[in-house]
């Protein structure tokens, strides 16, 4: 079982920075691919950046050139750097990690708040 503990929330203004984190319980190496999605308020979850073992990246067009997502094995985190942060981009940010059988882990969340 592997937990997922997401960091780096909070408010920012229009055109603000923000990085979150999501520590794994255990080693991320296992998983072929990991990311974020995000949900805003009434609005269904979205994916937002993936990246997979071999470091390929892949973002959601509204986020594209803005974020970067990012990966250390050896402190078994992924990063999301957001840049040029918007209000649409206000959400609740999860990290997820989907296993080979189908069995998906997801984190509890991190809210960003972007204010204009």
């Known amino acids: 079982q592997v937990q997922l503990v997401e960091s780096g929330g909070g408010l920012v203004q229009a055109g603000g920075s923000l990085r979150l984190a999501c520590a794994a319980s255990?080693?991320?190496?296992?998983?072929?691919?990991m990311g974020w999605y995000r949900q805003a308020p009434g609005k269904q979850r979205e994916l937002v950046a993936v990246?997979?073992?071999?470091?390929?990246?892949t973002y959601a067009d509204s986020v594209k050139g803005r974020f970067t997502i990012s990966k250390e094995h050896d402190k078994n985190t992924v990063s999301l750097l957001m840049n040029s942060l918007q209000p649409d981009d206000t959400a609740v940010y999860y990290c997820?990690?989907?296993?080979?059988?189908?069995?998906?882990?997801w984190g509890k969340g991190t809210l960003v708040t972007v204010s204009s």
């Open positions: 255990g080693s991320i190496f296992s998983f072929n691919v």
């Open positions: 990246i997979t073992r071999s470091g390929t990246t």
């Open positions: 997820y990690a989907p296993r080979p059988d189908g069995i998906v882990y």
